[in-house]
């Protein structure tokens, strides 16, 4: 299922937000956003039912993620990582007093590919690794969002699963086309190089038959 939703924010100003699900994760966002302890930096996990909420607060800018548990950490940190460097780099100072929406229709586009992205792409992970960048994951607490919300302000988190089919359906798709395409591939090399051995070895049966690299015997 991977990532379902995402948002930036400045404080409790939301700049960016896109969902993939109909869900209540918005409600949800909002309420860790404006309860979530102190303004430092920080990377923490809340969990709800079998969804985490993570959240990365850097500078006084938050981006958070809902995502289906079985994705653990670094995948969701390495798209927070992601989102938050696109997002400053695209907006630069100007996240610093804009007002809330105000990046939305631009940037919910960014978030929507990337959530697909780091979802269904093997690669996602594999980069990551690779970069090296989220070591600081390991030390990140997994917090029951009961913590942070208030018993008398809980909220079940409600997760439409038609929705998730449909999105489980679509990413299913995708990968089939890009699984056919791959085979596709494979055998096109397949057979390009297999006529490439049979015409080495039609030459060199000429070759011996025409006594001659050149097939002297034959041109003559």
């Not at 798209?79 to 938050?84: G, R, V």
């Not at 630069?92 to 007002?99: D, I, K, M, N, Y």
């Not at 299913?172 to 090399?189: E, G, L, M, P, T």
């Amino acid at each position: 299922m991977g990532i379902l939703y995402g948002i930036v924010a400045r404080g409790t100003v939301v700049l960016a937000e896109y969902t993939a699900a109909s869900t209540n994760a918005a409600t949800i966002a909002r309420q860790i956003l404006e309860k979530a302890p102190g303004n430092n930096d920080t990377h923490v996990s809340y969990s709800q039912d079998r969804y985490i909420f993570h959240l990365k607060r850097t500078d006084g800018l938050s981006v958070l993620c809902m995502a289906d548990d079985s994705l653990g950490r670094r995948i969701p940190f390495a798209f927070l990582e992601d989102i938050h460097q696109r997002f400053v780099k695209t907006y630069g100072r100007a996240v610093l007093t804009a007002q809330a929406y105000a990046m939305n229709d631009e940037f919910s586009r960014v978030l929507s590919q990337q959530m697909e992205y780091y979802s269904s792409d093997p690669n996602a992970d594999i980069i990551n690794r690779l970069r090296g960048e989220m070591s600081q994951v390991k030390n990140v607490m997994i917090q029951n969002i009961d913590k942070v919300l208030d018993r008398g302000d809980r909220l079940e988190l409600l997760v439409d699963k038609t929705a998730n089919l449909q999105g489980n359906t679509s990413r299913f798709r995708k990968q089939a086309r890009r699984f056919r395409s791959n085979v596709w591939w494979k055998n096109v090399n397949f057979v390009v190089v297999l006529i490439f051995i049979l015409l080495i070895i039609l030459y060199a049966v000429l070759a011996f038959i025409c006594h001659g690299l050149a097939l002297p015997s034959c041109l003559n």
